[in-house]
């Protein structure tokens, strides 16, 4: 096995202080709006663990172009918090998407969550592309709010979904609403022009990624009382096996991409391959 070379070692080193310098930015946020962020639940760990998986995901970017990306990632925690740790009634879950969506509209905000919405949405809004693309925007954070309902009410009512109803449900990760939020505030002109080519690659790479945090974060969810799939009557083995279909038909989905926008297939790739590695999954094919 080849110890690298020296350009190598250089480019970790610069990913690896891209992601320490977009940790800074997030540990601002978390204390800008800090009721969202008990350090119980957000440690020092998971700022590391998001803004490494976003910088090498996107190595060639700046801090400054990552934020977005690492603050709806950040927003995305927070709201699944609330949803799966704090809300003790079906209301109190609806009641937070009616909110939610009332901001993303253009509403004042009324509550740290909602806040800290509003500010990703007027960041959001110094991109003149914005305006065109909102509706998309606002229709991936309903899937996701919705999709984070319907689990709660899964768990609350018992329910045993199948590993296809699991998979439908994936929107409840918030990694395609990231993803959006990325590319209409950093994309390329081909990459804002077909967003919504580009939100049907990333909900399948969402739906990997769904199942691959399921196997990494088994015992934590299972102490946590969270849903899990491999607490759903389904074998390890079939969502490895689901796991290699879907990673196989991501690569199928993003191949196309590189043509017109190499740097954004590339993301897509890269969020693949990172996530696996970091998870100690095997490897879901080429990340570059």
Known sequence: MSDGEPGEAYELGRTCALAAECGRDLRRCAQ?????????????????????????????????????VNRAAL???????????????????NRLTRECLSVADG???????????????????TVKEFDGLRWLWRDQLARMLAGMARAWVWRDTQVVPTLAR??????????????????????DDWAKAHLEQLRGVSRHVQRYLHLLGD??????DMSWGDLNILALG??????????????????R???????HSPRTAAYLRRQLGFQAGFNGISDPGPTT
């Open 32 to 68: 800008m709006y800090g009721v969202l962020f008990p350090p119980a639940a957000f440690d020092l760990e998971l700022y590391n663990t998001l803004t490494l998986a976003t910088a090498f995901s996107a190595p060639w970017a700046t801090a400054d172009r990552l934020k977005v």
């Open 75 to 93: 927003w995305v925690l927070a709201v699944d918090r609330l949803v799966n740790h704090t809300a003790i009634t079906r209301e109190q879950v």
């Open 107 to 125: 509403a004042v905000p009324r509550s740290a969550v909602t806040r800290f919405l509003a500010d990703l949405r007027d960041e959001l809004g």
């Open 166 to 187: 699991y998979l439908d449900n994936a929107d409840s990760r918030g990694s395609c609403f990231a993803d959006l939020s990325h590319w209409i505030y950093t994309g």
């Open 215 to 220: 196997v990494a974060s088994y015992r934590r």
């Open 234 to 251: 389904v074998s390890r083995a079939e969502v490895t096996d689901a796991m290699t279909g879907l990673a196989r038909e991501a690569g």
């Open 253 to 259: 989905l993003i191949e196309p991409v590189r043509e």
